[in-house]
């Protein structure tokens, strides 16, 4: 562990307590200083109770000082109203987002007065179509069953899970309470590519563990896969399913690398990696180079886990190139469990600004396209599809359901249920309330007893709001929301139902000699089962 200092964000508290010895020994002179000394003993009180607490992380790491936020917070609407901004400001998530992830966290009041602030004759407005015979949902335990025939243990899954995050790019007690917070609430938690850390093993919520590109947690020493060493982890309860990354939606096509400064004992223990070296983690998977050999290394994995479910994630680029794994499938008979679609409007630690930015498809074109591809291929039924891009209310995976996934997963949602303020210094190490950091002062200001809670009651109201959503739309469950139950404002002012944009595509269509869908099936017709380069022409 490395040396502990005294820090600048305690210099206001040390001042305090300084001036108030200072003030009482004045005050046996000039009787007058024992106000002045009575408030800097105050102030200094108030900063060791802010240590002392755990509450707010934000006090912890900046006694005394961290109660300006709490006062600026207190009068932040009347000057949003007057000088600021609005609540649908989205940089990159709205205030009225995150309010409502922290508003749902702490079991507090989540509804609002007076009606929408939406401009809802706007472009862009979308709404949901109800019922006048609306439905009551007693248990909203909502959970789809992740494996198809080839999988010998298959997982069901809640609805809402939370997406990959590494150890090392979260702190040790982010990490815990996430994972104690899934095991409350029976959902999953994605470990990110930097393998299982002992943080996620420590409350014993289910895992789905990640292996990317570093094969971390299952490598050799030259970073190549070592199958030994991932049926060992594999074979772990907690672990549920396997989830092979082919790339994210931040920073898609972008490999990695952690200096060997920043590597500390427990994240080499996590990852496999010695100390002293740079960690790297290629940009494409060194285990195969084409459809086929991913689809056998797919297979390997299914049999090293013993049958556990065994998908993969990825952001779409080129579309033709998801065309040739699906091919792959097709021809190999090894059909993964799950896909895992990732949008480019996802979040990272850190990412380059054009690959955030410009790189990658977003999550409603990439989810839609999966999801046809794989109806017209005729496995849209042996495959379970996640969806993860900026999903943080009941709204968000309802739409999500509705053109094509079974389920969805988020990682900054969670990240503001356990306390991020979105100050968007994840890549700095110094995160002011110890979510995205390895500072050992600062993840100590995150108490994983009350935040593990809140991510619990995060999950568990969301839930509930999305069954209040299904239940106004007529529906028995929310996997049964389809495109036609939601609206969209066009450009010109007319609405149009989103089953005329996002169309669920018919079932086969791939596979035989119609000539409907001529965009799927130009595409369709260069991808090639053998390899990810494009034929002459693209």
């Known amino acids: 562990m490395p040396r502990l200092s005294v820090p600048n964000r305690y210099t206001p508290l040390i001042i305090a307590a300084l001036l108030a010895i200072f003030s009482a020994v004045t005050a046996f002179w000039y009787p007058a200083f024992w106000i002045v000394a009575a408030v800097f003993v105050a102030l200094t009180l108030l900063g060791m109770r802010d240590l002392r607490q755990h509450n707010h992380s934000i006090l912890r790491n900046y ?97 809402y899970n939370i997406s990959a995050m590494s150890f090392g790019a979260l ?34 919520g ?10 971390f947690g299952c490598r050799n020493d ?52 010695p100390m002293g070296f740079d960690c790297v983690s290629p940009a494409a998977h060194p285990e195969f180079s084409d459809p086929v050999g991913m689809m056998r290394f797919i297979g390997l994995l299914r049999d090293l886990s013993g049958g556990k479910p065994v998908g993969f994630k990825l952001c779409i680029g080129h579309r033709r190139e998801f065309m040739c794994i699906v091919k792959a499938m097709l021809e190999t008979g090894i059909v993964p469990d799950f896909i895992v679609v990732d949008g480019s409007e996802g979040g990272t630690g850190a990412a380059p600004l054009e690959f955030a930015n410009h790189v990658g498809m977003p999550l409603v074109e990439g989810l ?22 900026k999903v943080v209310s009941a709204f968000d995976i309802a739409r999500a359901l509705a ?38 002062l600062r993840q100590r200001a995150l108490d994983v007893g009350d935040k593990s809670h809140r991510v619990a009651r ?49 079932p086969g269509f791939l596979l035989d000699d119609g000539d409907d869908n001529p965009i799927y099936r130009e595409r369709w017709a260069r991808a090639n089962a053998h390899s990810f380069v494009p034929p002459e022409g693209r």
């Open 206 to 215: 289910d895992l789905i563990y990640e292996v990317g590109s570093g094969y």
């Open 403 to 440: 053109i094509g996934a079974d389920w969805c997963n988020s990682a900054r949602g969670y990240m503001f249920a356990v306390g991020c303020i979105q100050a968007q210094a994840c890549h700095t190490n110094k995160c002011p309330v110890g979510v995205a950091t390895q500072d050992p």
């Open 222 to 273: 030259d970073g190549r896969f070592n199958p030994e060493k991932f049926a060992a982890t594999a074979a772990d309860p907690q672990v549920k399913m396997i989830e092979l990354k082919l790339s994210q939606g931040a920073k898609p096509g972008h490999g990695g690398m952690l200096p060997a400064a920043k590597i500390t004992p427990e994240i080499a223990e996590a990852r496999g990696i």
């Open 458 to 506: 995060f999950h568990a109201n969301t839930l509930k709001a999305l069954g209040e959503m299904a239940g106004a739309a007529g529906l028995t469950d929310p996997t049964n929301f389809e495109p036609y139950h939601f609206m969209t404002r066009r450009g010109d002012g007319q609405m149009t139902e989103a089953n005329d944009v996002y169309t669920y595509l018919r």
């Open 368 to 389: 839609t396209f999966v999801h046809n591809t794989l109806r017209g291929a005729g496995l849209r039924d042996q495959v379970k599809i996640g969806a993860a891009g």
């Open 63 to 159: 006694p005394i000082m961290g109660h300006i936020r709490f006062l600026l917070e207190g009068i932040r609407p009347e000057i949003r109203q007057y000088l600021i901004e609005n609540d649908q400001d989205e940089q990159p998530f709205s205030r009225e987002q995150r309010s409502l992830v922290y508003q749902r966290a702490k079991g507090a009041e989540d509804k609002r007065p007076f009606g929408t602030q939406e401009k809802v004759y706007e472009a862009g407005y979308s709404w949901l179509t109800h019922s006048v015979q609306p439905v009551h949902f007693n248990n909203t335990d909502f959970r789809v069953r992740i494996g198809n025939p080839a999988c010998k243990q298959p997982y069901d899954a809640s609805l």
């Open 171 to 204: 702190s040790a007690n982010a990490i815990l309470a996430l994972n104690t917070g899934a095991k409350m609430g029976g959902f999953a938690h994605d470990t990110g590519e930097g393998g299982i850390s002992r943080y996620h093993r420590q409350a014993g």
